[in-house]
């Protein structure tokens, strides 16, 4: 762990806001992805995309709420998150499902790692409720994985896909986690 904790209430300040970006960007990506499926006879994907947008958004409403309690603020480039992350969603959706499909499970891939570190460092600081929250997320991340895994077949779309959106997700994650 290379994380030089400077205070217990920096680092807080830090999760909730690299998390609150998180969140944002799969809620953002989830839409990008309904809007694109939208016009396709795709009913067995959208519903399932609707289920992990509606836990993603219980994810996001934790973060905003202790981002109040905390005094955090989000990330300087939300507006950023904001419009990228549809975008990925979008284009991967247009792509086809599969290559959808390929986007969130990369997502969630990083995302286990993340949350596997925050949740180690959380129970050294004593911050036992915000980690079993996150542990709690972290096995819904799993599961939006596993749909993924089970749609993203591994022809070429598909893997360009993964790598692309592992380079952005942990891109935005180290941004995040600073401004
Ligand atoms: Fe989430
Ligand atoms: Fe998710």
Redesign the pocket.
């Known amino acids: 762990m290379h994380i030089l904790i400077k205070s217990k209430k920096e680092y807080i300040k830090s999760l909730i806001r690299v998390n609150h970006a998180?969140?944002y960007g799969?809620?953002r990506i989830y839409e990008g992805q309904l809007k694109a499926l939208s016009r396709k006879s795709n009913h067995d994907v959208i519903s399932k995309i609707q289920h992990?947008k509606e836990?993603?958004l219980?994810?996001?409403n934790y973060f905003e709420d202790l981002m109040i309690k905390n005094g955090a603020r989000p990330s300087i480039f939300h507006n950023i998150w904001h419009i990228g992350a549809f975008g990925i969603g979008f284009v991967s959706a247009f792509l086809g499902k599969n290559t959808a499909m390929a986007c969130t499970s990369a997502v969630?891939e990083v995302?286990d790692e993340h949350y596997q570190e925050q949740i180690k460092i959380l129970k050294s600081i004593d911050k036992n409720e915000i980690a079993d929250t996150i542990e709690k997320?972290r096995l819904?991340?799993l599961e939006?994985k596993k749909i993924g895994d089970s749609y993203s077949a591994t022809g070429l779309a598909q893997i360009g896909m993964k790598m692309v959106t592992r380079f952005i997700t942990k891109t935005a994650i180290l941004i995040s986690k600073r401004v």
């Open positions: 998180g969140e799969a809620k992990m836990q993603e219980t994810h996001l969630e995302i997320f819904e991340e939006h």
